[in-house]
């Protein structure tokens, strides 16, 4: 049962191999689009930096990608943008690549809504976390890496002027490090889910959060409209 399980996991959510691991990393900060040809091909980490938490109203000003191989990219929309970055769109929307978020319902939002591209299919660390870490409430991403990697990093960033027309070195460093651990988080959270039983669920989950990003978008951000209200 374990094993046939095992084998669905590896088709759906590829894992990354050793050689992308062991590469040296690197952070490349691009303005309107990200460069073509620079991301191994697989699964990609996603993240969003925004002006602030209402979609419609706070711009987005940086997307961050990583293949997983020891690189981060950011890409920076200037106010005013047209967010016409067609390398971009191409790899958010490839329904090939598995992307892998931390609040995957925030990032998908932003995304469809600016750059107009549904990206999926979905991995959420943040969903995975609250499916097998039930002996904790907490599923932040700092949380995440402190106890399953070993690792700290600094959120001290997070509520900052990302629209400003120059980033600082602490904003890129932060913006890049939201990136860094998810595909690595990825691996163990798909073991758990696994071991617990819960990938089925987890998957279904997955696959509705870009009808839940449109429902927050829509008006439903802060309404429950599967209750009995």
């Not at 040296?24 to 930096?49: K, N, Q, R, W």
């Not at 958010?92 to 809504?113: G, N, Q, T």
């Not at 106890?147 to 001290?156: F, R, T, V, Y």
């Not at 990136?179 to 039983?197: P, W």
Request: with cysteine; glycine share 6%; net charge negative.
């Amino acid at each position: 049962m374990v094993q046939a399980a095992d084998r669905r996991l590896q088709r759906a959510f590829p894992l990354i191999p050793d050689g992308l691991k062991a590469r040296t990393m690197a952070v490349y900060f691009h303005e309107e689009d990200l460069p073509a040809g620079v991301l191994a091909p697989g699964p990609v980490a996603i993240d969003t930096e925004t002006m602030g938490l209402v979609t419609p109203r706070d711009r987005l000003c940086v997307v961050q990608i990583s293949d997983g191989g020891g690189d981060e990219h950011l890409v920076r929309f200037a106010r005013g943008s047209r967010y016409e970055a067609p390398n971009l769109q191409a790899v958010l929307a490839d329904p090939e690549r598995v992307k892998i978020y931390h609040f995957a319902r925030f990032d998908l939002a932003a995304i469809e809504y600016y750059l107009g591209v549904v990206a999926a299919p979905v991995f959420c660390t943040k969903i995975s976390s609250k499916l097998t870490r039930t002996y904790t409430d907490r599923h932040g991403l700092k949380n995440l890496v402190s106890e399953l990697l070993g690792e700290d990093i600094s959120k001290q960033q997070q509520s900052s002027d990302w629209g400003a027309p120059q980033l600082t070195d602490a904003q890129r460093d932060y913006a890049a490090s939201d990136v860094r651990y998810l595909h690595r988080l990825r691996e163990i959270f798909l073991e758990r889910l696994v071991r617990e039983n819960r990938l089925e669920l987890a998957e279904a989950c997955f696959a509705f959060l870009p009808a839940r990003a449109r429902l927050d978008i829509a008006g439903w951000a802060d309404k429950d409209i599967f209750s009995h209200e």
